[in-house]
């Protein structure tokens, strides 16, 4: 089992930065990809940034410039600053670790994130 622990969540004014922190305990190994997602109120869960154990990264168009996805390898944690934000980045964030093509997938019980205008 694996255990994610996410904090750093909290509500900002548009155009401020926060920065999310997950860091994983238990069954961790060392060639997880770690990601955010975001889910709003009556939409879909999305992916907002993804990084692989050798630090490739992706993001969609939406946060792209505007959030950085890091991670310590040593330490099992990854880190979301998020800079300029919009009133629609409000949402749960949640943090993901998996491997693709296999069972080994887990989430953490999400964070608030809320962006006043």
């Known amino acids: 089992q694996v255990q994610l622990v996410e904090s750093g969540g909290g509500l900002v004014q548009a155009g401020g930065s926060l920065r999310l922190s997950c860091a994983a305990s238990?069954?961790?190994?060392?060639?997880?990809?770690m990601g955010w997602y975001r889910q709003a109120p009556g939409k879909q869960r999305e992916l907002v940034a993804a990084i692989t154990a050798g630090g490739s990264t992706n993001y969609p168009d939406s946060v792209k410039g505007r959030f950085t996805i890091s991670r310590d390898n040593a330490t099992n944690t990854v880190y979301l600053q998020m800079n300029s934000l919009k009133p629609e980045d409000t949402a749960v964030y949640y943090c993901?670790?998996?491997?693709?093509?296999?069972?080994?997938?887990?989430w953490g019980q999400g964070t608030q994130v809320t962006v006043s205008s």
């Open positions: 238990g069954r961790t190994g060392s060639i997880a990809t």
């Open positions: 993901k670790r998996w491997i693709a093509g296999t069972r080994y997938e887990y």
